[in-house]
């Protein structure tokens, strides 16, 4: 009897150390993996262009547009093609162990998502595309990552609404009722232009104050070492450069332009012109400038190896260039990767 007894007691006190081992377990298995100091999502220029592109840690992740597409990643070479899944998308942005993006509300193609085709959210999922989270389900215009915040440009009807949000949704801060582009983070400050003023402003993301920086006429501002690149509001959108140190600016071109990109030394831009548009490209200071493709193109995106674009009228075909190249191709690897 005692033995009997003995014997129930050393199960109880089994269950309950297996119990609490697997709430402890649920418990880390659950938690959301902080980022590294310094962790920003994307670039500037590649969130302009609807953020198409993300590369991080040595992995390119991207919007396949072609029919039956979703996102997939690849090396920087575009060797190595996977599908992560059948969403539409935009917006990606990439830091730590987690991917976010803009779920536009369709599927490529048919899967064994749980999400219905038509409901728009912004989600978060493992680099490998598993865990699908869902964060919000309001429109989000823009988003960027700044060490464990989401910054987020929500659109309701007439309403816009910044706020700031925990990659674990822990946090959900309402930062400002207007229009405020974070796609421009440098060293814990988000640079964008004014709704009203058109200034360059600045917010510090540790204290959340705002100031004006500089009372230029900056649309799309992306911060390169010394420079902030824009189009220049009141010279007809043409592309200049503001120095930071020495409080001067500097016209790129005469050329009105549509949108732009900067990085590993050139700047890629959209002529507007209604006889000749072309795709163009220049080094940072505005010289040794060339036309890569004439017609109208538009999501210019970059990543350190190659720039990535779209003919206006054409969301699925995706055109690829080297950095630095004369010519452009099709970017038929995309294509192939989902049987087109």
Request: aromatic share 12%; net charge negative.
């Amino acid at each position: 009897m005692i033995m009997k007894k003995s014997m129930i007691i050393t199960l109880g006190i089994l269950s309950a150390i297996l119990v609490i081992a697997f709430i402890i377990w649920s418990a880390i298995s659950g938690r959301v993996a902080m980022n590294p100091p310094g962790t920003v999502g994307n670039t500037a220029g590649n969130l302009y262009n609807e953020g198409m592109f993300c590369e991080y840690d040595n992995m390119v992740y991207f919007v396949n547009s072609y029919p039956n597409g979703g996102i997939f990643s690849m090396s920087p070479d575009e060797s190595n093609i996977t599908r992560l899944n059948s969403m539409q998308a935009r917006n990606i942005l990439a830091g730590g162990q987690y991917l976010y993006y803009f779920h536009t509300g369709t599927l490529a193609s048919d899967t064994s998502f749980s999400q219905l085709p038509g409901t728009k959210s912004f989600n978060r999922c493992k680099l490998n595309g598993g865990e699908d989270t869902t964060l919000s389900r309001d429109l989000i215009s823009m988003g960027q990552l700044v060490d464990n915040y989401l910054y987020l440009l929500t659109a309701s009807g007439n309403q816009n609404t910044f706020l700031k949000q925990k990659i674990d949704n822990s946090e959900k801060v309402k930062l400002a009722d207007y229009v405020i582009m974070p796609a421009c983070a440098v060293n814990g400050m988000i640079y964008y232009s004014g709704s009203k003023d058109h200034y360059l402003h600045e917010l510090n993301t540790t204290t959340d104050a705002d100031r004006v920086m500089w009372e230029g006429a900056v649309w799309n501002p992306v911060v390169e070492g010394d420079y902030v690149y824009y189009m220049n509001i009141s010279d007809n959108y043409r592309l200049y450069r503001y120095s930071l140190s020495q409080n001067t600016e500097q016209k790129l071109t005469d050329d009105r332009v549509d949108c732009f990109n900067v990085g590993s030394g050139y700047i890629y831009y959209q002529k507007n012109h209604a006889d000749t548009p072309q795709l163009k490209v220049m080094s940072m200071d505005g010289s040794s400038s060339w036309i890569l493709a004439e017609g109208n193109y538009t999501h210019i995106n970059m990543t350190s190896q190659y720039v990535y674009f779209q003919a206006f009228g054409d969301p699925y075909t995706l055109y690829h260039s080297r950095v630095g190249s004369n010519n452009y191709q099709t970017f038929t690897a995309a294509s192939e990767a989902i049987g087109q």
